[in-house]
């Protein structure tokens, strides 16, 4: 998937010595002290000001409610909305094309020039990062704006945000241009309920999404909890600055390893300002020589092209203290695999070429300089096919995907990363992935799927997505699994996906392989999942079930033991396409030890032929009815629904049908009946709680 000009490695150094360890250490020291990254201290000392006591959430939810489900992390959240502040909180709200809709939690605060937010930090912290928006520039591409960082009332420093790699307009695949007229008009736009055909005006900017961005920052000196952080927008700001959340952590000391290919020494330069690719290959090579792994001390390295990696360990000194960081740049001529630019990325060989194995990479930063999306362009952080191989402790933000692998390849394992903006996915495992594992992996703001595995042609088996955090994805859905065998998806919380997806997705889509083995969706929570759907008009549940290129009716599917809390639409839904309504089917699934805390519309909505069984699943806050059964949309009253629902018992929690209030949701008289709305009215659910 790479051209042989933009990745093809550079030759191996002719060293044939040892680096020398003394000035290896020095080297080191002076990379750690060049981007303020010492070892911090003892704790400060500094009084902390009376302030209110810190709200910590995970996904803008009380913690007890989520308990052992998503990734363990380091950080700790806390929303804007429940901080001490002079701005004005947004939201709730969960229309696309809004600023509260994309914010974690669905509501964030505003600050006007001069005004700020406070945290109080809730344990000892170094370290801080910020989910923030602020305005495009008037014609696109992007503006920056000053943020104050103070502790205690200390001194100030300055955080930039920037616009730069947010705000997209109009129709798929988008564009940074406000003033765009639509991208496509020869497709069906739900504004005017039409194919506007040429020449049709549609308000501008038409569609904007893809509003928020992360900055990171070392504060310089552990603080102790109880402290207090103040972001405040200068008054010299020309721009409204929105606030999401922060996050706090306590950063560790930068990581060493002295026996290994030190990059300073291949004459990588740790400042940034000259090109370090050459060195990384020089050090790879080297280290593949001597049997070492490779080092990259803390630093910010400059690489704009591919890293080719195979049968090599690489390390950093931690994910806040090493930076690699590349431009996106324009190819002379596109690649055979249709890119028209490179950029910063880590990637294996090829699987055509026989793929990449035995590589180990490992604490640091990927930061690209993705700003649209081109779907053939291969500038993803992570690349290639990667075979009995480990991906660990990494920070990915701004590029097109975080990791994407392209089998077939086996055996890789993926945890403790942390994927941020995105312009399409986190990750995906594309075609022939087997026997891989993602696991506390936290995804936030990823402008497609966060966490996706595609059998586009070829099949990917014996996968498992357990214990990840998912925020926020501003198209698409939180989990999405693209056929295949024997899936698991286990332990995961996702949270407030914007428009046209679900929290959990399961698609016989997109030439995706059949379902077959097994796929145990298994406690996982959902919360305020389930988008509008743009083209059909309607409300997407929380998990969803899509029958479009073939039937699901293969694999035994068990959904059991998931928390649906606080869905906008349905909680539980499965849909076959209208044109292939009489093709296609879903059928067998199970769903059991289920928990539907609050639902906009239905606990589930089947518009499709075919079959499920609920056992145990308990529902409370139901916005409309119990069930919402179309069938497959031939209306034979006479005969029933085409799709049927087997009662198994315990199914506890009544209807909120005002024509038979007060009776079971899964009512007995309702094996297949038609119970169907097409567009049911929506009720705001009640906050979740404990059970």
Known sequence: ??????????????????????????????????????????????????????????????????QGRGA????????????????????????????????????????????????????????????????????????????????????????????????LYNQ??????????????????????????????VAKPFRPMHFYDEQRMLLGKTYRAGDVVRLTAPKTSSVVT???????????????????????LFGADPFGKRDAAGAFDRAIAFAKAHRLPVYVPPGVYSVSRHIVVDDVTIEGAGNWYTIIRGREVA?????????????????????????????????????????????????????????????????????????????????????????????????????????STVSNTSVRNTGDDGLAMWSEHVANAGNTFDRNTVQSPSLANGIAI????????????????????????????FGAEPFTGGLAITDNTTARSGTYELNWNIGLGAIWFYALDRSIDQADIVVSGDHFL????????????????????????????????????????????????FENVDVRGVGHWGVNNCGAFNWDWANGSEF??????GNDGVDANEYHPGTPWLAPSLPNLITCNDRPPVTAPPAPSPW
């Open 566 to 613: 606080d869905s906008t639409y349905s909680a539980l839904m499965l849909v076959t396409e209208w044109g292939v309504k009489d093709a296609y089917r879903i059928d067998g699934v199970k769903f059991r030890d289920l928990r539907i805390d609050g639902t906009g519309t239905n606990v589930i909505s089947a518009r499709t032929a075919g079959s499920a069984s």
């Open 72 to 167: 363990d992390v380091a950080f700790l959240e806390q929303e804007a909305e429940n901080a001490k502040t002079t701005g004005s909180v947004i939201g709730p709200g969960r229309d696309a094309y809004t600023l509260p809709a994309e914010a974690s939690g669905r509501r964030a605060v505003q600050l006007d020039p001069g005004e700020f937010v406070e945290f109080t930090l809730p344990a000892s912290a170094n370290a801080i990062t910020v989910r923030y928006s602020i305005p495009d520039s008037p014609t696109g591409g992007g503006i920056d704006a000053p943020l104050a960082v103070s502790v205690n009332g200390g001194r100030a420093q300055t955080m930039t945000l920037t616009s730069k790699y947010s705000w």
């Open 242 to 264: 929105t606030v999401d959340l922060l996050d706090s952590e306590r950063v560790a000391a930068p990581h060493v390893r002295l026996k290994a290919a030190n990059v300073l």
């Open 1 to 66: 998937m790479m051209t042989r000009a933009s990745s093809e490695a550079a030759p191996p150094s002719r060293r044939s010595h040892a680096p020398s360890l003394r000035r290896t250490a020095s080297l080191i020291a002076i990379a750690a002290l060049a981007v303020g990254a010492a070892v911090t201290g003892p704790l400060a000392a500094s009084a902390a000001p009376k302030a209110p006591s810190p709200v910590v959430t995970r996904t803008a939810l009380d913690p007890a409610l989520v």
């Open 644 to 649: 049927s629902l087997t009662d198994l018992g």
């Open 172 to 201: 798929y695949p988008f564009t940074n241009d406000p003033n765009a007229d639509l991208l496509h008009p020869d497709w069906w736009i739900t504004e005017c309920g039409c194919v506007p055909g040429a020449g049709y005006e």
């Open 331 to 435: 190819l002379a001529t596109p690649a055979p695999d249709g890119s028209v630019h490179t950029g910063v990325g880590f990637y294996g060989k090829d699987a055509a070429e026989g793929g990449s194995s035995n590589v180990h990479l490992s604490g640091f930063a990927i930061e690209g300089d993705v700003r649209e999306r081109i779907d053939t362009d291969q500038v993803n952080g992570i690349g290639g096919s990667l075979s009995s191989s480990s991906i660990r402790g990494l920070h990915i933000r701004h590029t097109k995907v975080g990791m994407w692998f392209d089998g077939p390849m086996h055996d890789l394992t993926i945890d403790g990363n942390i994927i941020v903006d995105q312009m399409a996915d986190a990750l995906n495992f594309h075609t022939g992935v087997t026997g």
């Open 482 to 509: 693209y056929g295949g065998a024997d899936t698991i998806v286990s332990n995961n919380l996702v949270a407030d996906p914007v428009r046209e997806g679900s929290g959990i997705h399961v698609g016989s889509r």
